[in-house]
């Protein structure tokens, strides 16, 4: 069955980046429906990153069409950009600043009626609500994470973009993000991540693209990309026993050197 990206909340098309003259993303495409969580996986240096800025509009791409809910982001960013939240690799807020004031200026900044009911509900979703008035700097790195998170859906934006959201944060915070994750897909929004966890993109996302050196090498779901290697020995070595895996996939198709 050939998936049509009639109802795609994000469209991307022939998207390429430069730095300089150096090529970091080429001729990348892809789509992302409704009611979907898309993983983008690709060794350190594929351009994820650089793909995600892009769509976020933190970054000028070359060329290359980018549609969020109907909206081009070049010709109506301000649209595009309403129907968006966004939790960057490295997010930094204002380190003096209280979770509390933090989530009430973005509320603010996104027009969201924040009630101290609903904040404190926030608060208490994310188990933070002991320390409302702790500074930003003050927190861990994944507690910093979950706030992070709160605050990229804040507006309820029916796509929300995540670069690692699991890197750094210990196992229940992890299970809790993906809930959150999976409660966003449940409401019929979208979800595009990247990860480099293969286990939890097999486990969570309903398609995935792997990228490398700029270019989409592979999308699919991951139980599809699994069923169409399995059997390829330029992928998965015919000595292979046991369960194939989307790592085992992974590796073969991006190879085992580390990236420089
Ligand atoms: N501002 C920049 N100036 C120059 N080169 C850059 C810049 N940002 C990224 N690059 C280069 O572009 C390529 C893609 O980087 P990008 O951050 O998109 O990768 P990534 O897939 O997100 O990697 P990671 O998994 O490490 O986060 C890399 O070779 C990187 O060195
Ligand atoms: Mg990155």
Known sequence: MIDQPGSSILQ????????????????????????????????????????????EGLLKPQSGEITVAGFNISKQPLHARANMGVQLQATSFQPELTITEIIKL????YGVNLTSE???????DIKLEEAASKKFGQLSGGQQQRVSLVISTIHDPILVM????????DPQSRRQLWERIEAIREKGHAVLLTTHSMEEAEAV????????HGKVIATDTPQGLIDLYRNDPAVISASRKGKITLEDVFIGLTGKTVRA
């Open 162 to 169: 995540l670069d690692e959201p699991t890197t750094g944060l």
């Open 12 to 55: 991307v098309k022939n998207l390429n980046v430069f730095y300089g003259t150096f090529q970091a993303v080429s001729n990348v495409s892809f789509y992302v429906k409704s009611g979907e969580i898309f993983g983008l996986l690709g060794p350190n240096g594929a351009g994820k990153t650089s793909t995600l800025s892009s769509v």
């Open 106 to 109: 973005y509320a603010g900044i």
């Open 205 to 212: 996302c309903d398609r995935i693209a792997i990228i490398d």
């Open 118 to 124: 609903k904040l404190n509900a926030l608060l208490q």
